[in-house]
């Protein structure tokens, strides 16, 4: 695996968190890194990554920062409420978002003007762990679409396989014993050009999700050595929540904001 250096100086924050988490995920994993030179070295771009098990984001930290850039997460509002944590999130750069409100047009603008600054944004899609029973990619959100129209950066897919046995879904106890491999790969960059120069409606932005999720999906598909089902998982459609933990059956589904 070849490591690249930083494109620009870390800030402290994100100095912090490195010292903290880099050992620990050294020691607590194993990696096995594919493409990562894909990442585009330097200027705005997204990372598109399916979401298998809460501990993702220091996974795919861990990722992006080993192949020279800095990540900046869209992160759930929540994670901010935290004296601590939040202050930190926030000196790191991270993107607060109000999932499934009107507030999240903020998380929305603070990413086209982070992808303006030559910043690199990761998003997972899906808006939150995937609820097909089997762990493949389910229907994306439109938020990295939009983003990707807005600006015209290229969008890296990264599939990753592994997460899940370190922390399966909706669990609190890691198994970190035997010492669990992490795979991730990064593909080329989806081909959305087109639909950057056509008029942004809700079509296109649906034309470029789906793209979005079918390359994710096929890195998926290459690392699990296995065929992905050929309708996507809609939570909608099956009934399903769209945050939380949907198995829980003392919580109801979160109403819409009108």
Known sequence: MRVRKLERPRGWAITVAASILKPTLLTATS????????????????????HISHVDPLLSAHFVYDHGRVPRYLAKSGLFQNRYLGGLLSAAGQIPVERLTRNAVGAYDAAVRAIGEGECIVIYPEGTLTRDPHLWPMKGKTGAARIALATGCP??????????????????????VPRKNIVMKAGDPVPLDDLVAAPHTPETTAQATERIMTAITAVVADLRGETPPTDRFDPRRSGVRETGNPYDPHRTKRKRTR
Not at 34 to 43: N, R, V
Not at 162 to 175: D, F, N, S
């Open 31 to 50: 990696r096995t890194w594919i493409d990562g030179e894909k990442i585009p070295a330097t200027g705005g771009c997204i990372i598109a990554l399916n």
């Open 155 to 176: 969008v890296i897919p990264v599939g990753q396989w592994g997460a899940h046995e370190v922390l399966p879904p909706y669990t609190k106890r890691p198994h970190l």
